[in-house]
């Protein structure tokens, strides 16, 4: 009974610390939108109206929220072993890049063969690039917040090379991008929506992700080697293995993002597929304090946001850029909050 109960303040806790973090930030761009000549309220409702206000507006802000989780979730994993993954962004766009390699090679195959085949090879190259700062800080030869995050761009302008390179489509004109993807590649969508089946993958990744870390040895074992990465070396944990093997992962879940985008969205692979997914991912995961229920909840906060800054452009003739300014302020007021508590312990 005493721990059911702990536990319940600790998710109590945890969600008001969410809503504080969310309150603090939009009083802070309503002070932006006031020192432009705005309406505060206005621009609330016009964003709430665009998303929550219709059955295509809930669709799109839950096609925002996959990819969304599946970032967060690969910077939730590796958090927990005390790593900080900057690198879903370069994951995800090298999942797309092996994705879109075996969606042009295995395109022939049935459905159930392909499909399966295709989202495989995705969650293998955004694991494999994962591995690489993550050898790196194994071994101890380089920070792995560094190498994740210069990996990004690496990642970016290798997929662009394929891109206007070996892979572009000869009867696209001057438009680069990939040939189409057979429809034994595409994810299936829900309904007569662009919602498709990743909003699955990704809830059932974080139900996979809350019971592993609950209630097995290896979620106990990753949170003893994030709380005292020292002791656990001294008492044999394979640190170096775990660090591999989530690391691994966490790469893999945000190549599945990128999976989604170009199998069930674009029907091909083109150049800024993604509109930075794998950086708000980063800020959710750490809004949400690396909580598995959190970045659900997160996802779907910041998903209202990014889709409802088409509503600010057109409503309140402002730039999407906007948008960037609260997701900034939510990210400085999260990290100040962070490194307070280091202080204060």
């Not at 309406?39 to 507006?57: R, V």
């Not at 295709?118 to 994962?130: E, T």
């Not at 892979?167 to 990939?178: G, K, V």
């Amino acid at each position: 009974m005493t721990t059911l109960v702990q536990g319940s303040r600790r998710q109590a806790g945890a969600l008001a610390r969410f809503a504080g973090v969310l309150a603090l930030a939009l009083m802070a761009f309503a002070l932006l939108l006031l020192a432009f000549g705005k309406n505060p309220l206005d621009a609330y409702a016009a964003i709430f109206e665009s998303t929550l206000g219709s059955y295509y507006g809930v669709t799109e802000v839950l096609v925002k929220v996959i990819p969304l989780t599946l970032t967060a979730a690969a910077v939730l994993l590796p958090a927990r072993i005390g790593l900080v993954n900057v690198g879903g962004e370069g994951q995800l766009y090298m999942g797309a890049w092996l994705g879109t390699w075996g969606a042009l090679t295995f395109g022939h195959l049935p459905q159930p063969i392909a499909l399966p085949l295709v989202l495989l090879l995705s969650f293998v190259g955004g694991g494999l690039w994962a591995l690489i700062p993550a050898y790196l800080r194994a071994r101890g030869w380089l920070n792995e917040v560094i190498s994740t995050l210069l990996l990004n761009y690496v990642a970016i302008q290798l997929v662009n090379y394929f891109i206007f390179g070996p892979w572009r489509d000869p009867e696209s004109a001057n438009f680069p991008q990939t040939p189409r993807f057979a429809d034994s590649v595409r994810l299936p969508s829900i309904g007569e929506s662009r919602l498709h089946l990743g909003l699955f993958i990704a809830l059932a990744t974080i139900v996979a992700i809350y019971l592993v870390l609950r209630y097995t040895r290896w979620g106990y074992e990753m949170r003893a080697i994030g709380g005292n990465p020292v002791a656990t070396r001294r008492q044999g944990f394979p640190i170096s293995r775990y660090i591999l093997v989530t690391m691994f992962v966490a790469g893999g879940l945000a190549g599945l993002a990128g999976a989604g985008e170009i199998l069930a969205l674009q029907g091909r692979l083109r150049p800024a597929f993604s509109p930075d997914y794998g950086y708000i991912g980063f800020l959710i995961s750490w809004l949400a304090g690396h909580n598995p229920i959190g970045v659900v909840v997160m996802s779907f906060l910041m998903a209202i946001i990014t889709f409802g800054g088409d509503a600010l452009q057109i409503t309140q003739g402002m730039p999407f850029a906007s948008v960037k300014i609260l997701m900034a302020l939510i990210l400085f007021i999260v990290l100040g909050g962070f490194f307070n508590s280091k202080k204060r312990a």
